[in-house]
């Protein structure tokens, strides 16, 4: 008890007993608590910030920024409004590609079993980019107290729609070519291009909401679970 004594006696005013004499934060302890919480995020934001890769002593570090991206997310973490040139660009693209494929997106899921029109197939293209920017900001908003950032997520979104609008180039081609798609090799280039999408989700969410990455993760994954779910319900109900 002793040896108890004096942390507890420093945390006066932050902590308190109930009826059960049980430790318990009161209202300031629980507004520390949050504060701690945001602060370290942050710094986990900020370190992640700090750490620029270089390209010239490194060359491998160009090869990881193809598959993880941080440099061009911080870039359009700090100014997003200079990036939206390159979100409507990628955005028209893959939605240029997606009619040409003739995928139906369902946010990261690529439908190739309807037949749609060309205006269609990129009104879905489009549409997904944007619920899935509204699903990460509300998950952020709402889990994680996290509010601000909405323009560079925005745009560090449809980044993450790159490996995606690859994967239709790939369908495209291959069909062009009449490989046989049917067999294992094609679903499992798009499981590997959807995690892809889901990390660079992840890294972008992270930047612009100032979120541990690992925090991140979680809400691009319960956006994929969320996707999976929907695209399921699609299927049975067709």
Same mark, same amino acid.
């Given at each position: 008890?002793?040896?108890?004594?004096?942390?507890?006696?420093?945390?006066?005013?932050?902590?308190?007993?109930?009826?059960?004499?049980?430790?318990?934060?009161?209202?300031?302890?629980?507004?520390?608590?949050?504060?701690?919480?945001?602060?370290?995020?942050?710094?986990?934001?900020?370190?992640?910030?700090?750490?620029?890769?270089?390209?010239?002593?490194?060359?491998?570090?160009?090869?990881?920024?193809?598959?993880?991206?941080?440099?061009?997310?911080?870039?359009?973490?700090?100014?997003?409004?200079?990036?939206?040139?390159?979100?409507?660009?990628?955005?028209?693209?893959?939605?240029?590609?997606?009619?040409?494929?003739?995928?139906?997106?369902?946010?990261?899921?690529?439908?190739?079993?309807?037949?749609?029109?060309?205006?269609?197939?990129?009104?879905?293209?489009?549409?997904?980019?944007?619920?899935?920017? +509204? @699903?990460?900001? %509300? $998950?952020? *908003?709402?889990? &994680?107290?996290?509010? =601000?950032?909405?323009?560079?997520? #925005?745009?560090?979104?449809?980044?993450?729609?790159?490996?995606?609008?690859?994967?239709? +180039? @790939?369908?495209? %081609? $291959?069909? *062009?070519?009449? &490989?046989?798609?049917? =067999?294992?090799?094609?679903?499992? #280039?798009?499981?590997?291009?959807?995690?892809?999408?889901?990390?660079?989700?992840?890294?972008?969410?992270?930047?612009?909401?100032?979120?541990?990455?690992?925090?991140?993760?979680?809400?691009?994954?319960?956006?994929?679970?969320?996707?999976?779910?929907?695209?399921?319900?699609?299927?049975?109900?067709?």
């Amino acid at each position: 008890v002793q040896t108890c004594a004096l942390p507890i006696y420093a945390l006066n005013g932050l902590i308190t007993q109930d009826e059960q004499h049980k430790y318990v934060l009161t209202r300031q302890g629980k507004q520390a608590y949050k504060l701690m919480i945001e602060t370290s995020d942050q710094l986990s934001s900020n370190r992640a910030r700090g750490k620029q890769p270089n390209l010239t002593t490194k060359p491998l570090t160009g090869i990881a920024e193809i598959f993880y991206p941080k440099t061009l997310l911080l870039s359009v973490s700090d100014k997003p409004v200079l990036h939206i040139p390159l979100a409507v660009i990628i955005v028209a693209f893959g939605a240029w590609v997606a009619t040409r494929a003739n995928l139906r997106f369902v946010l990261v899921f690529p439908d190739s079993q309807t037949t749609i029109s060309p205006s269609l197939g990129a009104v879905f293209f489009i549409v997904s980019w944007l619920v899935l920017f +509204g @699903l990460c900001d %509300l $998950l952020s *908003t709402f889990v &994680f107290g996290r509010k =601000g950032g909405d323009l560079s997520l #925005l745009v560090g979104s449809s980044v993450a729609f790159l490996p995606m609008i690859l994967f239709s +180039g @790939l369908w495209y %081609l $291959l069909k *062009t070519i009449r &490989f046989d798609t049917s =067999g294992m090799i094609v679903p499992v #280039l798009l499981v590997l291009f959807q995690l892809w999408t889901i990390v660079v989700l992840s890294c972008a969410t992270s930047l612009s909401k100032g979120l541990r990455i690992e925090r991140s993760a979680l809400i691009s994954f319960t956006v994929a679970y969320i996707n999976i779910v929907f695209f399921l319900f699609l299927q049975i109900y067709k």
